[in-house]
């Protein structure tokens, strides 16, 4: 089941905070957040683990929380640099090997104007 | 410097014909994973492989067949039975037995385009 990103798109200028929700129907073991500039490869952020632990990488943070089955992914004082698109990968099933499989959402879409 | 790589970049390719996507790493990851990428629609898993010589489906499998026989390499062949193949093509690959905290890593990508 593909996790559901909110909002779909969002346009800032510099400076401005955004925050970014993923949402999972399954109970989530892990969230994986990447970011993508255009017609490049996804790029890893960081990882959020069971336990409602956070996270932190410069101005881009992140929570889960595990009651609602929800990540967000936090963007402060946002820069040009931060513009691209964001996924989250969720873990919710085993897949072997003492691995967990990632189901993607659809991304969100982020432009961060002067 | 260690990595992934996916060969080539731009590839075209006549209705009807089959061609293999190529990839490589050399981080000692375990595992190798193929995902379809078309505009609006994230990522999606075709194939994945945890070991050489093993492989399982993803969510979207039918047109297309996959290989392990070296733990670098996991090329991907799309197939005359794909009946919409244009997409762009992301390659990934993760070390295994860390449970939730497996990371996969990608590619820079091959973006097919069928005329």
């Known amino acids: 089941q593909q996790p559901v990103q909110s909002p779909q798109a969002v346009i800032l200028r510099e400076g401005e905070d955004a925050v970014i929700n993923c949402s999972s129907s399954?109970?989530?073991?892990?969230v994986h957040w990447y970011r993508q500039k255009h017609g490049e490869a996804p790029v890893f952020l960081m990882i959020?683990?069971?336990?409602?632990e956070q996270k932190g990488h410069e101005k881009i943070s992140a929570s889960f929380n595990e009651k609602k089955q929800q990540s967000s992914l936090y963007l402060t004082a946002s820069q040009l640099s931060y513009s691209g698109t964001y996924f989250c990968g969720t873990a919710t099933s085993y897949s072997g090997a003492g691995s967990y499989q990632l189901t993607f959402g659809k991304g969100t879409k982020l432009s961060v104007i002067p | 410097d260690g990595g992934i790589t996916q060969s080539p970049k731009y590839l075209f390719r006549k209705e009807g014909q089959n061609v293999t996507l190529s990839c490589e790493q050399n981080?000692?990851?375990?595992?190798m994973y193929w995902y379809r990428q078309d505009p609006g629609q994230g990522l999606r898993l075709i194939y994945y492989s945890q070991i050489v010589n093993d492989f399982q489906k993803g969510d979207i499998a039918e047109g297309y067949s996959v290989s392990r026989e070296k733990k670098e390499s996991f090329p991907l062949t799309v197939t005359s039975a794909q009946k919409n193949p244009t997409a762009f093509y992301l390659c990934?690959?993760?070390?295994?037995?860390?449970?939730?905290?497996?990371?996969?890593?990608f590619g820079p990508g091959t973006r097919l385009t069928v005329l």
């Open positions: 959020l683990l069971k336990g409602g």
């Open positions: 399954k109970a989530l073991y892990s």
């Open positions: 981080l000692n990851h375990d595992a």
């Open positions: 990934a690959s993760s070390i295994l037995g860390q449970g939730a905290r497996d990371t996969q890593y």
